[in-house]
């Protein structure tokens, strides 16, 4: 009952930036937190930076200073700013959102979108 939609992803030279979208659409009462994920080719997918109902961040240390991560609530959708991108930064990300229905928590995944960093 939940779609998550992401967008923005693409093929980038190595210090360019890209901006990610993600919008969700269904049926919940509220979302609480939003978040990024990536993972690389045989790597753990690893969280890269969460914002919650209240606008608090939480950044993996590898982004920290160069992603940002914000919201907008009307539009149920979650952006991730990313900035001065390495060669490590390539991976697929992924949109997680947290729901709230019937006063339980739901979570829903995006499918993906690829990002790779050239160098």
């Known amino acids: 009952q939940v779609q998550l939609v992401e967008s923005g992803g693409g093929l980038v030279q190595a210090g360019g930036s890209l901006r990610l979208s993600c919008a969700a659409s269904?049926?919940?009462?509220?979302?609480?937190?939003m978040g990024w994920y990536r993972q690389a080719p045989g790597k753990q997918r690893e969280l890269v930076a969460t914002?919650?109902?209240?606008?608090?961040?939480n950044y993996s240390d590898s982004v920290k200073g160069r992603f940002t991560i914000s919201r907008d609530n009307a539009k149920n959708t979650v952006f991730l700013e990313m900035n001065s991108l390495k060669s490590e930064d390539t991976a697929i990300y992924y949109c997680?959102?947290?729901?709230?229905?019937?006063?339980?928590?739901?979570?829903?995944w995006g499918q993906g979108t690829q990002v790779t960093v050239s160098s």
């Open positions: 269904g049926r919940f009462f509220s979302i609480n937190s």
């Open positions: 997680k959102a947290e729901v709230r229905r019937l006063n339980l928590l739901y979570g829903y």
């Open positions: 914002i919650s109902s209240g606008d608090s961040t």
